[in-house]
């Protein structure tokens, strides 16, 4: 089958929804505020980490965020991060704040989290901050990673641990641009979700056998036409297997994903991009994304085998670099008018 997949994204804010406040700390200065007079109930569980390594918090979460509304996500001004994830222990919900300089190693993170899935949460707190990535072997060549090395000391490739929650979202974002697939995404999470536990103003994604459920006219009303749905509804039948994904991504991960109709190279390499950490998975069919790497790495747009080619010499750390090169790098200019947001609720 072919991959319905080669979403217009902006650069600078795919993924993380903060545009270029994103490296004054790692938070969005856009980030909504919780409602107002909501406060969070008392937490279930509670941990404190101090990381080995620099970390940025705010940077290397940004990618499970899908837009600045994502029921599911939420930046605080003062960098606090709130996430709310169906574990395989139940819905949970969990806050990330951190103390010191993400810059430097020994910076401590505190972390507390709320329902049946806050001890699963908080035991993922080294893997989602990237406990399992390995930057010390990137070795920047060129100038401008160079540069962007510099700029954001504490980038690490984090995973989830949740296929199935990293696959909902990126199918949603094939072949459209990422408003509407972010449009599509809080509607759903919305209407299907739950509140997260403890933090009523997040919603906890539906678990799989929910999307299953998910009427056609529920899909039609989010702006995800019938193919999306169906991809999503036939990895929800084998979301169980999914879930065995080795962390790291791995040769063997690649073809598991792609052997599901409607999932082809670019949603597998987005999906083990958030969900195993793969820091070589490149988002090869994107739309964007070759013109990015080749104005930012030889002055000039490139097509997807020109963007491979150059990012040939970082195996092991491509996605590392195109990461990067989407915080810091140079885009090429417009040529031409911005697409324009369809919605297809009115068909």
Same mark, same amino acid.
């Given at each position: 089958?072919?991959?319905?997949?080669?979403?217009?994204?902006?650069?600078?804010?795919?993924?993380?929804?903060?545009?270029?406040?994103?490296?004054?700390?790692?938070?969005?200065?856009?980030?909504?505020?919780?409602?107002?007079?909501?406060?969070?109930?008392?937490?279930?569980?509670? /941990?404190?980490?101090?990381?080995?390594?620099?970390?940025?918090? =705010?940077?290397?979460?940004?990618?499970?965020?899908?837009?600045?509304?994502?029921?599911?996500?939420?930046?605080?001004?003062?960098?606090?991060?709130?996430?709310?994830?169906?574990?395989?222990?139940?819905?949970?919900?969990?806050?990330?704040?951190? /103390?010191?300089? &993400?810059?430097?190693?020994?910076?401590?993170?505190?972390?507390?989290?709320?329902?049946? &899935?806050?001890?699963?949460?908080?035991?993922?707190?080294?893997?989602?901050?990237?406990?399992?990535?390995?930057?010390?072997?990137?070795?920047?060549?060129?100038?401008?990673?160079?540069?962007?090395?510099?700029?954001?000391?504490? @980038?690490?490739?984090?995973?989830?641990?949740?296929?199935?929650? $990293?696959?909902?979202?990126?199918?949603?974002?094939?072949?459209?641009?990422?408003?509407?697939?972010?449009? $599509?995404?809080?509607?759903?999470? /919305?209407?299907?979700?739950?509140?997260?536990?403890?933090?009523?103003?997040?919603?906890?994604?539906?678990?799989?056998?929910?999307?299953?459920?998910?009427?056609?006219?529920?899909?039609?009303?989010? &702006?995800?036409?019938?193919?999306? $749905?169906?991809?999503?509804? &036939?990895?929800?039948?084998?979301?169980?297997?999914?879930?065995?994904?080795?962390?790291? +991504?791995?040769?063997?991960?690649?073809?598991?994903?792609?052997? @599901?109709?409607?999932?082809?190279?670019?949603?597998?390499?987005?999906?083990?991009?958030?969900?195993? =950490?793969?820091?070589?998975?490149?988002?090869?069919?994107?739309?964007?994304?070759?013109?990015?790497?080749?104005?930012?790495?030889?002055?000039?747009?490139?097509?997807?085998?020109?963007?491979?080619?150059?990012?040939?010499?970082?195996?092991?750390?491509?996605?590392?670099?195109?990461?990067?090169?989407?915080?810091?790098?140079?885009?090429?200019?417009?040529?031409?008018?911005?697409?324009?947001? /369809?919605?297809?609720? +009115?068909?």
């Amino acid at each position: 089958m072919p991959d319905f997949a080669s979403p217009a994204f902006a650069p600078r804010s795919r993924g993380g929804g903060g545009g270029g406040a994103r490296l004054a700390g790692g938070a969005s200065r856009l980030a909504a505020a919780p409602r107002a007079g909501v406060a969070a109930a008392a937490p279930d569980a509670e /941990r404190v980490w101090r990381a080995p390594f620099a970390v940025d918090l =705010g940077l290397t979460v940004a990618p499970h965020r899908r837009g600045l509304r994502d029921p599911a996500f939420h930046t605080d001004p003062d960098g606090t991060v709130w996430r709310a994830s169906f574990t395989p222990e139940g819905p949970g919900t969990i806050r990330l704040r951190q /103390r010191g300089d &993400g810059c430097e190693p020994g910076s401590v993170v505190e972390a507390t989290a709320w329902g049946p &899935g806050a001890e699963w949460l908080l035991e993922g707190v080294p893997d989602l901050l990237g406990a399992g990535d390995v930057p010390e072997e990137f070795e920047p060549r060129d100038p401008v990673l160079r540069e962007a090395v510099r700029r954001c000391p504490g @980038l690490r490739i984090g995973r989830s641990g949740r296929v199935f929650e $990293a696959l909902a979202p990126a199918v949603l974002e094939q072949k459209v641009l990422t408003a509407e697939a972010w449009r $599509a995404w809080r509607y759903l999470v /919305r209407r299907f979700g739950r509140p997260a536990p403890g933090v009523p103003w997040l919603r906890v994604p539906p678990p799989p056998e929910t999307w299953i459920r998910i009427p056609s006219w529920e899909w039609h009303r989010s &702006g995800a036409e019938a193919v999306r $749905a169906r991809t999503i509804i &036939g990895a929800a039948r084998v979301a169980a297997r999914l879930e065995a994904l080795p962390a790291g +991504g791995g040769t063997a991960a690649d073809p598991r994903l792609r052997s @599901l109709p409607g999932i082809g190279e670019w949603t597998s390499a987005e999906i083990r991009q958030r969900a195993a =950490g793969d820091a070589d998975a490149v988002s090869v069919g994107d739309y964007h994304l070759p013109g990015l790497v080749g104005w930012s790495l030889a002055g000039g747009k490139v097509d997807d085998a020109g963007m491979l080619e150059l990012l040939a010499p970082y195996a092991g750390h491509r996605h590392r670099v195109t990461r990067l090169l989407e915080l810091t790098g140079a885009a090429p200019p417009r040529r031409g008018p911005r697409l324009p947001v /369809r919605d297809y609720r +009115g068909f």
